[in-house]
């Protein structure tokens, strides 16, 4: 199983950024695709979720209206869409994938390498 990620950058306030993750090795079907960060000093937090079979998705409250999550299947690959991007977005960015619709970091069986988005104000 690999997740790899890829979209990171440096972007001023407002802009926007999006991260791919492509997935290989897995059922797709089985599991949701989530996407976290973790900041210097800061433990790893949920930015959002999708189920790669149903398509739902959720988002915590702090990227709401603000991040899309998307999945392109035939692709087997999962995108975060940034805009509006603010400096305490700034963050490394991790794909995971589990079988659970989860919030919760060690409840992920898979995980990406991180990607690095830094947000200049």
């Known amino acids: 199983v690999q997740l790899q990620a890829s979209g990171g950058g440096l972007v001023q306030a407002g802009g926007s950024l999006r991260l791919s993750c492509a997935a290989s090795g897995l059922t797709f079907s089985a599991y949701n695709m989530g996407w976290f960060r973790q900041a210097p000093g800061k433990e790893r937090e949920f930015v959002a979720g999708i189920g790669w079979s149903t398509a739902s998705t959720y988002y915590s409250d702090s990227v709401k209206g603000r991040f899309t999550t998307s999945t392109d299947n035939a692709k087997k690959t999962g995108y975060l869409q940034m805009n509006s991007l603010k400096p305490d977005d700034r963050a490394v960015y991790y794909c995971?994938?589990?079988?659970?619709?989860?919030?919760?970091?060690?409840?992920?069986?898979?995980w990406g390498q991180g990607t690095l988005v830094t947000v200049s104000s």
């Open positions: 995971g994938a589990s079988r659970l619709v989860d919030v919760t970091s060690r409840n992920y069986d898979y």
